[in-house]
């Protein structure tokens, strides 16, 4: 499509009737992009990426935006805004519209969408195989701040001696807050009290303290830790890892080194990029796929 095809995308919000159509693109693209590379796929069916669009579109903490091309649907993006730094994605662009600019178009609105809301950072994981969007990605402004390596396998069920971990309650969001400020600079409050309800949230303490937490040890969880002992104890004693895996900035070599030796295995790199305010983390970290 030339520049002029490009002008004629028609952005709107989401609605309930486009559930099927973008799970069935949210599907489709990110098959097609791991099968050329022979990675596996991100979601393993159309039925759970539309699972997964619907329960976003639903969400008012989520701003949501669907491209249109002559009447169809060609694509979506989305936004987490819940916090002080939002999170984009899933986008995803039908492989038969793709590379004609759809993707920067909505890129763009949801880029506006933040500095409309005054939000400080906006922030992504890109699969680190992909030209196109890592390019895109740049191209738009977004920094590569840390290579991931996306890890799967076997409950690890280990216990690190000292570093206790249980189920996070309502209590432990002030300790958790505190934590994450002092290690990213922001708190993520709102995602853990979410995952506290849900359940999915862990803390570790140590010396009598929390010294880490996690929303969940997978693909959609974000965790702290003072050390990476506090990453040991919470990868340990997580039953399994959701969705493709976790993300574990690659750069950690020692905790990268002990995964491995827990029998765990890389799945695919991915690259965790930002746009606008990003703290150089001050602890142990693993982002969630939406940062
Ligand atoms: C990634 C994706 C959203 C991009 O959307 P798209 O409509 O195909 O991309 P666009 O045409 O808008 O933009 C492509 C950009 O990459 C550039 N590009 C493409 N291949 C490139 C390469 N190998 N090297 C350098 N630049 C490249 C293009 O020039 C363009 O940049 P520009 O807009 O700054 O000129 C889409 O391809 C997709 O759905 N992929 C599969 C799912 C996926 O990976 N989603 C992203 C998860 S992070």
Known sequence: MSEKQATDVTLRAGRSEDVETCGSICYEPFKAIADQHNFTPDFPSAEVASGLIGSLLGRGDIYNVVAE?????????????????????????????????????????????????????????????HNRSLALYTNLGFDTREPLSNLQGPAVEQEIP??????ANEEDVDACNRLCLKIHG?????ELLEAIRQESATVVEHGGRTTGYT????????????SNEDLKALVGAAES?????????????????????????????????????????????????LY
């Open 215 to 226: 929303t969940m040890i997978g693909f959609f969880g974000h965790t702290v830790g003072e």
């Open 186 to 190: 922001h708190d993520r409050g709102p």
């Open 69 to 129: 091309v002559d009447g169809r649907v060609v694509g979506s993006n989305f936004l987490w805004e819940n916090g002080v730094i939002a999170g984009v994605g899933p986008i995803t662009i039908d492989p038969a519209a793709q590379n004609v600019a759809v993707g920067r178009r909505l890129m763009e609105d949801v880029l506006r969408r933040a500095r409309e809301r005054g939000i400080a950072g906006v922030r992504l994981c890109q699969a680190a195989y």
């Open 241 to 289: 890892f959701p969705g493709p895996g976790f993300l574990l900035p690659t750069r950690n070599s020692e905790m990268l080194r002990w995964c491995l030796e827990q029998g765990l295995r890389i799945v695919q790199p991915m690259t965790l990029m930002s746009l606008g305010l990003y703290n150089e983390p001050r602890g142990a970290f693993m982002p969630s796929v």
């Open 162 to 167: 000292g570093y206790a971990v249980r189920s």
